[in-house]
Nanobody
Framework: QVQLVESGGGLVQPGGSLRLSCAAS????????MQWYRQTPGNQREFVAS???????NYVDSVKGRFTISRDNAKNTVYLQMNSLKPEDTAVYYC??????????????WGQGTQVTVSS
């Protein structure tokens, strides 16, 4: 079993910054793929950013140049540094982690979500 604990959301003014964290714990050998999604009411979850075990990153176009995803493999933690925030970034942000267990199988897990509100 794997648990994901997110933190770092909150209320920020336009142009401000926040850093989200997602820590994975439990029984697994490695976190292969770590991603962030976001969701607004009435809409599907939208991909935001990803990073793999090699450090390769990918972003949705709307956040490129403003958001940075990073990971600390020793802590099995993924971060999302969000700068120059806009009202349209307001959403619940979820981490999504793919882990490899000790049998060699891969499994996917969602975090509980953290609210980010960008408003003056």
């Amino acid at each position: 079993q794997v648990q994901l604990v997110e933190s770092g959301g909150g209320l920020v003014q336009p142009g401000g910054s926040l850093r989200l964290s997602c820590a994975a714990s439990g029984s697994f050998s490695s976190a292969i793929f770590m991603q962030w999604y976001r969701q607004t009411p009435g809409n599907q979850r939208e991909f935001v950013a990803s990073t793999n075990s090699f450090g390769t990153t990918n972003y949705v176009d709307s956040v490129k140049g403003r958001f940075t995803i990073s990971r600390d493999n020793a802590k099995n933690t993924v971060y999302l540094q969000m700068n120059s925030l806009k009202p349209e970034d307001t959403a619940v942000y979820y981490c999504y982690v793919t882990v490899r267990d000790y049998s060699g199988s891969t499994k996917n897990y969602w975090g509980q979500g953290t609210q980010v509100t960008v408003s003056s």
